[in-house]
Nanobody, 121 residues
Framework: VQLQASGGGLVQAGGSLRLACAASVSIFSVNAMGWYRQAPGNQRELVATISSGGSTDYANSVKNRFTISRDSVKNTLYLQMNSLSPEDTAVYYC????????????????WGQGTLVTVSS
């Protein structure tokens, strides 16, 4: 399983970006997918998750600004980011965890390579 993240870039504060994470195999049997980020000098932190049933959860810092979604036909995870601030600057990583019954199951799931988001003030 390979995850290819894209959509990062340089944006001014207040702007928007949409990240995408394309999986090389079907995400039909994925239990949960998520976006994480890591700013320089900081640990990787959870940004948002979405379950197989469509339930979502967000870090407090991004609630009401970011929206996570998934397209099981396109095998792609998205993160719509609005009202960006310099504090959102980080490398963003996607993660997918398949269920125990899936041939792709792996305890830690799979990680994309990361896409850099830089928000200028």
């Amino acid at each position: 399983v390979q995850l290819q993240a894209s959509g990062g870039g340089l944006v001014q504060a207040g702007g928007s970006l949409r990240l995408a994470c394309a999986a090389s195999v079907s995400i039909f049997s994925v239990n949960a997918m998520g976006w994480y980020r890591q700013a320089p000098g900081n640990q990787r932190e959870l940004v948002a998750t979405i379950s197989s049933g469509g339930s979502t959860d967000y870090a407090n810092s991004v609630k009401n600004r970011f929206t996570i979604s998934r397209d099981s036909v396109k095998n792609t995870l998205y993160l719509q980011m609005n009202s960006l601030s310099p504090e959102d600057t980080a490398v963003y990583y996607c993660n997918a965890k398949y269920g125990l019954g899936s041939p792709y199951y792996r305890y830690s799931g799979y990680w994309g390579q990361g896409t850099l988001v830089t928000v200028s003030s």
